[in-house]
């Protein structure tokens, strides 16, 4: 989600994710309303929004991206920290 994504896909990366993590299941089917929530629960926390790129008519409709405040806690949680100093840094 990077850049952008669909709900559809959203929705099954939700889904393999929590299958994984949870029940190490191959395919996990994530029911709507449980997706609904967590999508709630994301843009409740400030780190998801719908976003406002134009579409053409035949694409998919509901398209969400990270806002800037989720792209930084994303950073901050999967960077790999170095394991020597910067030049400079204390």
Known sequence: MIDEASEATLKSVLAS?????VCRLDEL???????QNIKIQ?????LIAKSNKARK????????????????????????????????SQ
């Open 17 to 21: 994710a929590v299958g994984e993590v």
């Open 42 to 46: 994301l843009r409740a926390l400030g």
């Open 57 to 88: 008519p035949t694409e998919e409709k509901g398209f969400w991206t990270l806002t800037l405040y989720g792209d930084e806690l994303m950073m901050q949680l999967r960077a790999i920290p170095s394991a020597r100093k910067r030049p400079g």
């Open 29 to 35: 089917q994530l029911r709507d309303e449980d997706f």
